[in-house]
């Protein structure tokens, strides 16, 4: 399985930018997919996450009200719409899924929680 994220860039403080994630892998079906960052010299941290059957929705406090994750319900594409962006959202953006059972929700923001990762995308907030 390959995960392939882009959408990364540079945006001003208060703009938005969109990610996508494409899981590729024959037969592969994602069960759940996770958006986690990480700013250098700190351990990367959960951001958002998606449970692909229920389409339930798990969010990091710092990113509630302003990021949106969404899935194509029937293809194996999770998207992170980020709105309102703030200099702190600056990082390296990783999308991660897994495939198999339907993930307990208390596990959502887990980084062992997902099998398979993607090489990341640099989101930039800066004015």
């Known amino acids: 399985v390959q995960l392939q994220a882009s959408g990364g860039g540079w945006v001003q403080p208060g703009g938005s930018l969109r990610l996508s994630c494409a899981a590729s892998g024959r037969t592969f079906s994602p069960s759940a997919m996770g958006w986690f960052r990480q700013v250098t010299g700190k351990e990367r941290e959960f951001v958002a996450a998606i449970i692909w059957s229920m389409g339930t929705t798990s969010y990091a406090d710092s990113v509630k009200g302003r990021f949106t994750i969404s899935r194509d319900r029937y293809g194996s594409t999770a998207y992170l719409q980020m709105n309102n962006l703030k200099p702190e959202d600056t990082a390296v953006y990783f999308c991660?899924?897994?495939?198999?059972?339907?993930?307990?929700?208390?596990?959502?923001?887990?980084?062992?929680?997902?099998?398979?990762w993607g090489q990341g995308t640099l989101v930039t907030v800066s004015s």
């Open positions: 991660a899924t897994r495939g198999g059972s339907r993930m307990i929700t208390s596990m959502m923001s887990a980084q062992n929680s997902y099998y398979y």
